[in-house]
């Protein structure tokens, strides 16, 4: 991170807790607000500067008293000027704005009701930099503080936001005000707050914690599956994280006009209706699951992103890659009939497809300004880094990485983490190179091709890597990676076995205890490697697919000679025959 980032603000004064009173006009389509900041100057200026993004400032007052503001558009900054000296202070500002039509910062979702009348919604989407949009704030993840939140409302209209209400009182113009308690100290992206004609299904106490699915009028006869699945989910991660959810309760909320899948907003969290609202009876099962993972996926955040949050955006790979690879491993306990394990070597395959081209991208690169952040949102975020951190976890052991994890969510709980942490935090805890192995998976683009020897004695096998190139990309020759393979090898009148090895030179061999009839490397495909086996290990394999070769070793050896073709290092008569074997073992 560049010091001079424009984008960036100073941490000479950082906050350490919000009160925000709102008041959504719904009807005119515009808000206004106040916010007082407690805030911290560490060093004497003669500014403070935080984040807005067109919002009209009426009044700024620095321990009560008025201040000169100046507003740099094009870095999103307000500056409130005068001599500070260190200590804690008040900052109240005062300000105006209008609900916007982009479906981010504090935005109005619309939908008609059975009669045909058309209603509106106030609702918010922050992430990645968008909490500026709705009111002035330190709108980085660096910067995290509590949030005491207030909502004025049509007294008709539901309120919700991060944490429990505390209470709702009659104004004497007719509407109501409604008070939240106060957050856990949290990054702004995840405020959030929605008030508009809303229902609330009654809350089911998950451990303590009560869970509720919010939705417009009329549809509360699809929320049954919503709530099996979140609280399946609380108690999962609870287990997994060792520690309890972090906020008061859990509201999930179907809002039907939303960009994203979902957001992991503490407490609030916000779905497309579509993935949140759902009928069993009438439901595919891929329907079913989308709306599991995506319910799985959010509520991961509340640990790993909410409670332990990246320092600055170019940590976003890792926050979605791991509630992706935790979505996953929650819907597999959760109906486990679904083989969600094999079902990720789909997702996994349209990762290598983008991954494969030269113009792919490192997982994680530098982010200096809010739209690099946006454009991390991408399939090598989410699919190849959930498949890398499958990789990790399935090389150290199941046990051993989640105690790595919680060592990590212990240490940093609250608080703010780089990549590396998580890394040294595992590795501190298993004793294996795991910095080593996972730096030369994120800081280079494209993945690895494993070529497989089988010696004619069978009593030994070479492997190698290169990295894989569709025909006319650029190979890169000289690009290596530390690679966790599990490989499974038949000796003679014996039972298969399986054994591990960590490829981080150009080529190296294996050794078996006995010959060898065959050898399947990449075994469940749990690395994110394609491979080439020499002519005669292929065709063994494929003799053996049947009994010996699970769906997804079934499934990699037609997708890896498949994308042989295309990257012009197979024939398609060879793919046809490998086909034409596997579709006769089927």
């Not at 008030?195 to 699809?222: F, S, Y």
């Amino acid at each position: 991170m560049a010091i001079d980032n424009p984008y960036r603000l100073p941490s000479t004064v950082t906050p350490v807790a919000y009160r925000l009173r709102l008041e959504p006009d719904l009807v005119n389509e515009t808000f206004s607000g106040q916010v007082s900041i407690s805030i911290e100057i560490h060093a004497a200026t003669n500014e403070i500067v935080l984040n807005n993004d067109d919002l009209t400032i009426a009044s700024a007052l620095v321990d009560g008293v008025s201040h000169e503001v100046s507003i740099d558009a094009e870095t999103e900054r307000m500056t409130v000027i005068g001599t500070f000296i260190p200590g804690q202070v008040e900052l109240e500002v005062t300000f105006e704005g209008r609900f916007n039509d982009q479906l981010v910062g504090f935005y109005l979702s619309r939908f008609t009701d059975e009669d045909g009348t058309e209603h509106a919604l106030a609702t918010t989407q922050f992430e990645a930099t968008h909490a500026r949009k709705c009111f002035p704030c330190w709108d980085e993840p660096i910067f995290k503080a509590t949030f005491d939140i207030e909502l004025v409302v049509d007294p008709a209209h539901g309120a919700i936001a991060n944490s429990s209400e505390i209470s709702r009182t009659p104004l004497d113009d007719g509407r109501h005000l409604v008070r939240f308690a106060p957050t856990i100290s949290m990054s702004t992206y995840l405020v959030a707050f929605v008030a508009g004609p809303l229902e609330m299904t009654d809350p089911i106490d998950v451990d303590g914690i009560p869970l509720r699915i919010v939705h417009v009028p009329g549809k509360g006869d699809l929320t049954a599956f919503a709530l099996e699945s979140g609280a399946f989910a609380l108690r999962f991660f609870s287990d997994y994280f060792d520690i309890p959810y972090p906020g008061d309760k859990v509201d999930m909320v179907a809002i039907p006009d939303f960009a994203f899948g979902a957001m992991e907003n503490l407490g609030c969290i916000t779905f497309r209706e579509a993935l949140l609202l759902i009928d069993p009876s009438t439901a595919t099962q891929p329907e079913l699951q989308r709306a599991a993972d995506v319910i799985h996926h959010e509520l991961a955040h509340m640990w790993f992103g909410d409670l332990v949050t990246m320092k600055w955006w170019n940590g976003l790979w890792l926050n979605e890659a791991f509630a992706t690879f935790m979505e996953m491993r929650c819907t597999d306990a959760f109906r486990p009939e679904w083989q969600r394990w094999v079902d990720f070597g789909l997702s996994r395959t349209a990762a290598f497809d983008t991954d494969g081209l030269a113009s792919t991208r490192p997982i994680e690169f530098e982010v200096e300004s809010p739209e690099d952040a946006e454009g991390m949102f991408d399939i090598l975020t989410y699919e190849k880094g959930a498949a890398v951190v499958r990789m990790l976890e399935q090389y150290l052991g199941e046990d051993r990485f989640r105690a790595g994890i919680r060592r990590y969510m212990a240490e940093h709980a609250y608080g703010n983490a780089e990549t590396v942490d998580l890394w040294d935090a595992i590795e501190a805890e298993t004793g294996d190179p795991v910095r080593r192995i996972m730096d030369s998976w994120i800081f280079q683009g494209g993945f690895p091709l494993i070529s497989v020897d089988l010696a004619p004695d069978g009593r030994s096998a070479t492997i190698g890597q290169e990295r894989f190139a569709y025909a006319g990309a650029d190979p890169a020759d000289d690009q290596r990676w530390a690679i966790p393979l599990r490989y499974r090898w038949k000796p003679r009148d014996a039972d298969p076995r399986t054994e591990q090895v960590l490829l981080d030179e150009e080529s190296q061999q294996i050794v078996f205890a006995e010959e060898a009839e065959w050898v399947v490397v990449n075994a469940e495909g749990i690395s994110f490697v394609r491979v080439a086996y020499d002519s005669e290990s292929l065709d063994r394999l494929a003799e053996i697919a049947e009994n010996h070769l699970s769906p997804i070793e079934r499934y990699a050896l037609i997708d890896d000679a498949w994308a042989a073709v295309l990257a012009d290092q197979m024939s398609s008569t060879a793919f046809l025959s490998v086909l034409e074997a596997m579709a006769a073992e089927a």
